[in-house]
């Protein structure tokens, strides 16, 4: 598979939304220990920051907690009102949040923090942060201990990225030192849920057809022989939070 174009950064953070549904369907939720650990237990509002669909707004709201979603996607957003229906949904980014200063306990941001640009970032979440409030991080990283969930990262050129984007979390003042916290747990694909959960990364969608169509040939051969007798998959993860 060498050779393969790779999509700019900004054209592959931005690709997600075509992809909404299947992101909805096939990717992995939150584990209820990681998302305790991220919000504070006096927390009363909590902005999920670039919510994508709501995996992580479903969470939040099962802490008790009021919830505001912010995304920048209008695909992700569509599906984020049919998922969580009634939350309170706002369009914006990172780097341009639409809500007054000194309305949250807690921001949190599940999987895109990589995405983001901290020095415009994190002015902007400590300003819509009340005094002592709380920035979580979190992602959901396969667990490549598993010797063929190597072999899938590898074919998607992911192999050890998603520990990075934690490794390389860049926050800093005003905040404090990260604090770090990890889970371990298993995600339960449909039939055909590899391919799909393939097909929704960045680096996938933003292909060109013919070689996007190749890739996702030999991810369904890695599918077959991995799959269970009813077609499902046991996928695992380890969850791993920074809290600052």
Known sequence: MGGMHEAPLEERAKSFGSMAESY??????????????LVPRDARTVVDLAAGTGKLTRELLALGVEVVAVEPSEGMLAQLRVAVPGVRVEQGSAEAIP??????????????????DPLRAVPEVARVLRSGGTLGLVWNVMDER???VREYSLLLRSSGSQDRHVEDAVVGEPFGPLESFATEWAHVLPEGGLVE???SHSYVITLPEGERAALLDEVAVLQARVARADGTIELPYVTRCLRA
């Open 197 to 199: 959960l393939a097909a």
């Open 99 to 116: 809500l007054p200063d000194g309305v949250a306990d807690a921001v949190v941001v599940g999987q895109a923090w990589h995405w983001v």
């Open 24 to 37: 909805e369907r096939v990717r992995p939720p939150y584990p209820a220990d990681a998302v305790r650990w």
């Open 146 to 148: 598993t010797p063929w």
